[in-house]
């Protein structure tokens, strides 16, 4: 029974900081590893994409970790172009899958930081004409966008109530469909924090939890010792 107390204890001390470490934790990590935010977390927003406008069949997008990037995947049997911040030719996806970079495109160095603290070589000008580097042959793209993200590590002016849902902007990022051009159309929202109780008064109640269930069980085992040490001819004996 006193076994059962603890390992009820130890759990509800898991299933208890867990999610609220992983909630809390300063420093979110992508899916390969890396650090969402470099130079802040980004948990508290949500990027949305709520159209791509005109719909293309074969044709997928979606917003992994949060607000942090981009993933495109191409079945649509033409070229999937996307276009950087100047509207230069950035990416693209081919029909049979090649994935390429132009990397006279500054979008290639601006995407490698967070808030595109980086200094763009003078070999890339987005008036150049494009040099594709093959960079995959899986057919999809995964990027990081910064029209998709609050670019700043100052809360956004829009949110008077860190306890509220809010919109911060609508957002945009242009493409082409083989000849066609298109647009990925999406909003960001700063979302409040999953957890309301502060990790510290967890932590405090969790230990008041363990503490009472081995003080019980130190309370049983010294009432057995004494039951048993107090027979005929008997001797103290702990029972765990």
């Not at 074969?58 to 033409?78: C, M, P, W, Y």
């Not at 967070?114 to 580097?133: G, K, R």
Request: neutral net charge; aromatic residues 8%.
């Amino acid at each position: 029974m006193q076994r059962r107390l603890l390992v009820a204890a130890l759990s509800i001390l898991w299933l208890t900081l867990a999610p609220a470490a992983l909630a809390q934790s300063p420093n979110p990590v992508s899916e390969s590893g890396n650090p969402i935010n470099d130079q802040g977390s980004n948990y508290n927003y949500r990027s949305n994409i709520t159209s791509i406008t005109p719909s293309v069949p074969g044709l997928s997008l979606q917003v992994l970790e949060f607000a942090d990037r981009l993933l495109l995947i191409n079945h649509t049997g033409k070229t999937v172009t996307i276009y950087g911040y100047s509207d230069e030719p950035y990416a693209r996806v081919l029909a049979d899958g090649t994935v390429e970079q132009n990397i006279h495109s500054p979008a290639v160095y601006l995407n490698t930081n967070f808030y595109a603290d980086v200094t763009v070589p003078a070999s890339a000008s987005a008036s150049d004409p494009p040099d594709w580097q093959v960079i995959d042959k899986t057919g999809q793209f995964e990027w990081h966008d910064h029209r998709i993200h609050w670019m700043s590590p100052v809360t956004p002016p829009e949110v008077t109530n860190k306890k509220k849902l809010t919109k911060i902007f609508d957002w945009t990022v242009p493409i082409s469909v083989g000849t066609q051009k298109a647009a990925v159309n999406g909003e960001l929202f700063w979302t409040p924090e999953n957890s309301s109780l502060p990790v510290g008064a967890i932590i405090a109640l969790v230990i008041i939890l363990v503490g009472g269930a081995g003080l019980t069980i130190v309370v049983r085992r010294r009432r057995r010792a004494a039951a048993v040490g107090g027979g005929p001819g008997g001797s103290p004996s702990e029972a765990w």
